[in-house]
Structures are given as structure tokens and as C-alpha cells.
């Protein structure tokens, strides 16, 4: 089992930044996929950026948060950030950690419990 531990967000007034950490609770070496998700009032949870391949580092990021969201990782504590600036109001969401780990032919996944964002003058 693996879990993930969320911190960093909170209240921000809009065009101010946050950053998030997600540091897994032991060290994996079969880190498939790791990155943020976040989910709105009344939405679905929608991607925010991943590592996709996180050998690699192969990034994916939502189009609305291209330019001003940046995740970046620190491998030996298999940890991902999520930078995120220039906020707008519709950034508000609680925002979530994914992970997918390799074990043998599949791949099990992992969320944590979110932390919330709130931007908002």
C-alpha cells in the first residue's frame, strides 16, 4: 500500500501562486505515473498535470493551466510539486495527488485526500 500526502493549499487572492507537494509515504521504484488532478463544485475530476511517464518525464498539462502551472518532481523522495501562478477564481477546486505504480503486469492506483484551493479576492 501506498499513500499519498497532500500540502500546500489554501486561500490566494487571484493572480497570486501556490505550491503544491505530494511525497508518497515510502520510497517506490515502480512509479508508473504520478502527477494532480482537481474537482470543482458540481465537476468532474479533470486533469491538472501529470508526469505521464515518470522514468522519463513526460508531462501532460490541462490547456487552461499551460503557462502558469509547472509540476516538477524530486525523484529521490518520490515527491511531485505543482507551481501554480497567475491563479484565477475558476482554479478553485480541491486538488488531488495521483499515482500509478507498476506491480509485476498491472498497475495499481493510488489518491490522496486532497487539499483544497481557494482563489478568491
Known amino acids: 500500500q501506498v499513500q499519498l500526502v497532500e500540502s500546500g493549499g489554501g486561500l490566494v487572492q487571484p493572480g497570486g501562486s501556490l505550491k503544491l507537494s505530494c511525497a508518497a509515504s515510502r520510497i517506490i521504484f515502480s512509479i508508473y505515473a504520478m502527477g494532480w488532478y482537481r474537482q470543482a463544485p458540481g465537476k468532474q475530476r479533470e486533469l491538472v498535470a501529470m508526469?505521464?511517464?515518470?522514468?522519463?518525464?513526460?508531462?501532460d498539462y490541462a490547456d487552461s493551466v499551460k503557462g502558469r502551472f509547472t509540476i516538477s518532481r524530486d525523484n529521490a523522495k518520490n515527491t511531485v510539486y505543482l507551481q501554480m501562478n497567475s491563479l484565477k477564481p475558476e482554479d478553485t477546486a480541491v486538488y488531488y495527488c495521483?499515482?500509478?505504480?507498476?506491480?509485476?503486469?498491472?498497475?495499481?492506483?493510488?489518491w490522496g485526500q486532497g487539499t483544497q484551493v481557494t482563489v478568491s479576492s
Open positions: 495521483h499515482t500509478k505504480i507498476e506491480r509485476g503486469p498491472m498497475i495499481d492506483d493510488y
Open positions: 508526469f505521464t511517464r515518470f522514468t522519463s518525464g513526460d508531462t
